[in-house]
């Protein structure tokens, strides 16, 4: 899921130092509005922080050559049991460039309809899905109920994209910082052997 590299980075004035970098496969997660304006959250249990948080559907992309909107399709089926007709990209997150090449692309999904959710495994086996008002989800973000970080971007994205009337990406927009090194490392290594 990560691997940590050290890079040698020629700092300003030509000095040079030694830089960890986790590396990471980035992620998708999907703003999923439906018809009464209610945003689809997932309320599960996320050990490292020992409590349950209200999240939006999210994965990894950690599936060789999976297109990002995909991912994004897959996560919302796998779960919610929902599809969706229209998307667009909402906004994209360096999620702690600090340390860490993980970047994050949210997706804006409407025109839910419901299908056949696959058998949930792991901890989505015990998530439960909360349909919230996007003025009541946003509240909940300012109020620190809602403390994922890619449910407060994607919630925050969504307002002022609502509230100024502003417009997304379509779906395949570019994605220049998608993070692809440790897909890549991983994908010649299995070919490899």
Known sequence: MVA???DQVEMPGGRVVEREVVEHHGAVA???VDDAG????IHQ???PIGQRLLELPAGLLDVPEEDPLEAA???LAEETGLAARDWAVLVDVALSPGFTDESLRVYLA????EIDRPDPENEEADLELVRMPVAEAVRAALAGEIVNATAVA????LSAVTAGNLPVRPADAPWPG???RLLRRQAARRSEG
């Open 110 to 113: 409407r025109g839910l309809s």
């Open 4 to 6: 940590l590299r050290l």
């Open 154 to 157: 994607g919630l925050l994205a």
């Open 38 to 41: 209610n945003v689809v959250l």
């Open 73 to 75: 399709r897959r996560e």
């Open 45 to 47: 249990y996320r050990h």
């Open 178 to 180: 998608q993070p692809t």
């Open 30 to 32: 999907v703003t999923a």
